[in-house]
């Protein structure tokens, strides 16, 4: 939705800028989620439909602050 917003903006004004310093870490989450969902939903079509998207979507959240640790050390 943003990508529409800078179009509309820059086809009105010619000039759009965004920049991003720093999301939080919901946010990542919640765009790695989506991305997960959305690949696992295309690999597994039966499956997602069988177990509805809500119920897929709930497992990546609970699985993926695991899998997305961040690093400790510094020897990786």
């Known amino acids: ?13 010619e000039k759009f800028v965004v920049t991003v310093e720093r999301i939080s870490r919901d946010e990542v989450l919640d765009i790695y989620t989506k991305a997960a969902l959305k690949t696992y ?14 119920s897929i979507e709930n497992e990546i959240r609970r699985v993926l602050p695991k899998v997305l640790s961040q690093v400790k050390t510094t020897d990786v």
């Open 1 to 13: 939705m943003l990508g529409s917003i800078g179009y509309y903006l820059y086809s009105r004004t």
């Open 41 to 54: 939903c295309r690999e597994f079509r039966q499956e997602c439909s069988q177990l509805g998207k809500d």
